[in-house]
């Protein structure tokens, strides 16, 4: 791999006091040593911001956001930050991440090997249990909901050839600097939740393939960055779903996609978090139905037919919900 090869890895914090440490060492350690880290604070109040300039110094680079901009809005500043300083490469990484020494280097000498991809993924694995897949890409359904390939599976099962894949997660997303000057940077109207699966269709349409690597392997705390935060992920969740759906789907897809939703899933969801007590849910679901409802009649596809055919072919027709995991503890 060229040493003039330039890499900037975002991480993007927002009261992470506990995760930065192990995942800012993570990446000091990696292999290839032509790496920025931009340390990207969305407005913490737990210190967390002071104790990465205590720990690192001026190995990494802070931006203090002043406030919560969210997943899409708060990474951008990086990623803006990262393409004017003539990036080669951006590595979008949660904070509740640990990296293998090696990922950094085999990501880029798999983009390097292969410039037809705009985006690439390392194979996630929990951060308990390594031999658990945590995300091995993203699966889009009938409805719009989206979620990780693979997950909960023996990642000692997985072969360790590229994967192509319809959507790279934004938990470790290894992104080509010259597809987002072409395509843009995350949608900040999706504000989190799904705003990867939307840049990871705008690549897939721009002609990119996108794939996972699995020879390579970030160790993840699932939700543990958003754990606290469950009333709001159903929301966004939900409504960005909708969004999705209504700017890319084929318009069949998306008249089906809004039976389903209205007439099944979105009163379903209701009714569950009431019988369970969870009135806060059940108001996420109806104001995210509301607003999602809005988008999916009145935003125009930016699809033609030859598009069409590609986001058609990207989503799963047997699978409407995310699989249910009982191990899984988070919400």
Same mark, same amino acid.
């Given at each position: 791999m060229s040493t003039n090869i330039s890499t900037f890895v975002l991480i993007l914090n927002y009261n992470g006091l506990k995760f930065n440490?192990?995942?800012?060492?993570?990446?000091? +350690?990696?292999?290839? +040593? $032509?790496?920025?880290?931009?340390?990207?604070?969305?407005?913490? +109040?737990?210190?967390?911001l002071e104790a990465c300039k205590r720990d690192f110094g001026n190995s990494v680079?802070?931006?203090? $956001?002043k406030k919560n901009l969210y997943f899409a809005a #708060? $990474? $951008?500043? #990086?990623?803006?930050?990262?393409l004017d300083a003539k990036?080669?490469?951006?590595?979008?990484?949660n904070?509740?991440? !640990?990296?293998? *020494?090696?990922?950094?280097?085999?990501?880029t000498d798999f983009m390097e090997a292969n410039p037809k991809t705009g985006a690439c993924q390392p194979l996630l694995v929990e951060m308990d249990n390594p031999d658990r897949i945590a995300s091995a890409g993203c699966i889009v359904s009938l409805t719009g909901r989206a979620w990780d390939a693979k997950m909960g599976e023996q990642a000692s099962m997985l072969?360790?050839?590229? !994967?192509?894949?319809?959507?790279?997660? #934004?938990? *470790?997303?290894?992104?080509? *600097?010259? *597809?987002?000057?072409?395509?843009?940077? @995350?949608?900040?109207?999706?504000?989190?939740?799904?705003?990867?699966?939307?840049?990871? @269709?705008?690549?897939?349409?721009?002609?990119?393939d996108l794939h996972v690597v699995p020879n390579t392997r970030v160790r993840h705390v699932v939700a543990g960055s958003s754990s606290k935060i469950s009333t709001q992920r159903i929301y966004f969740c939900e409504r960005n779903a909708y969004r999705l759906v209504g700017t890319y789907f084929p318009k069949k897809i998306r008249r089906l996609s809004l039976l389903m939703n209205l007439l099944f899933l979105a009163p379903a969801a209701i009714l569950l978090n009431v019988l369970h007590k969870k009135p806060d849910c059940s108001l996420a679901v109806f104001k995210a139905m509301k607003e999602g409802c809005k988008q999916l009649t009145s935003l125009p596809p930016r699809t033609n037919p030859q598009a069409e055919a590609l986001i058609t072919s990207a989503i799963e027709t047997k699978t409407i919900v995310p699989p249910i995991r009982k191990s899984r503890k988070s919400s």
């Open positions: 440490k192990f995942c800012i060492d993570s990446i000091l +350690k990696q292999d290839v +040593k $032509n790496i920025k880290i931009l340390f990207l604070d969305n407005g913490s +109040k737990d210190g967390s680079t802070y931006i203090d $956001n #708060g $990474n $951008n500043v #990086g990623i803006k930050y990262a990036a080669d490469y951006i590595f979008v990484l904070n509740d991440t !640990i990296c293998s *020494a090696d990922c950094i280097q085999k990501l072969p360790l050839s590229p !994967i192509k894949t319809f959507g790279v997660t #934004g938990g *470790a997303m290894f992104l080509r *600097a010259e *597809a987002l000057r072409q395509v843009g940077m @995350f949608d900040e109207s999706y504000q989190m939740y799904f705003e990867d699966v939307e840049l990871s @269709f705008r690549l897939t349409l721009a002609g990119y």
